[in-house]
């Protein structure tokens, strides 16, 4: 369950998920204000940061 940096609003389920190195990556787009993020957890299933899409500049942290 992903949390949208942007106005809170808790998601049930990520779009897609993958592995990324050390990280496993849960894709969500907010139900409520259409952000898309990213969080990235580490081995122990930890949630490491969130990368959010930002018009023009791509994928920041949020």
């Not at 949390?3 to 496993?24: L, M």
């Not at 787009?29 to 899409?53: M, V, W």
Request: proline letters at 3%; glycine letters at 12%; a positive charge.
């Amino acid at each position: 369950m992903g949390k949208c940096p942007n106005c809170g609003f808790v998601n049930s389920s990520p779009v897609k998920n993958w592995r990324y190195g050390v990280f496993t990556v849960q894709a969500y787009t907010c139900g409520k204000c259409g952000t898309q993020y990213r969080e990235y957890y580490d081995k122990s299933g930890k949630l490491s940061f969130i990368l959010k899409l930002q018009k023009g500049k791509g994928y920041v942290k949020a």
